[in-house]
């Protein structure tokens, strides 16, 4: 059974940071782009960041300079830096882990672990 276990969320005053972690189990880690989304109450998911097996990656321009994602294919881990928080990037962050093509398998997503950055 595939899971994505993520933590390393909670609470931290505006400025702050955070890093985030993800190690899915079930799959074979080093086939998969994975990525980091974010949930506010009331909006759309939007994505954070992903990284390819060869650690391209692409980064959204608000979190920019700030966040960084980051994997160890050794530990089947995926890891976002999340420095500089602002209230506004209170959300829920889920992992996903994309297949490089559809032969290697389907797409998964976390549960997701709550950040709140207060002001």
């Known amino acids: 059974q595939v899971q994505l276990v993520e933590s390393g969320g909670g609470w931290v005053q505006a400025g702050g940071s955070l890093r985030l972690s993800c190690a899915p189990s079930?799959?074979?880690?080093?086939?998969?782009?994975m990525g980091w989304y974010r949930q506010a109450p009331g909006k759309q998911r939007e994505l954070v960041a992903r990284i390819s097996p060869g650690s391209s990656t692409n980064v959204a321009d608000s979190v920019a300079g700030r966040f960084t994602i980051s994997r160890d294919n050794s530990k089947s881990t995926v890891y976002l830096q999340m420095n500089s928080l602002k209230p506004e990037e209170t959300a829920v962050y889920c992992c996903s882990a994309e297949p490089l093509s559809p032969r290697v398998g389907q797409e998964y997503w976390g549960q997701g672990t709550q950040v709140t950055v207060s002001s």
């Open positions: 079930g799959i074979p880690f080093a086939l998969y782009v």
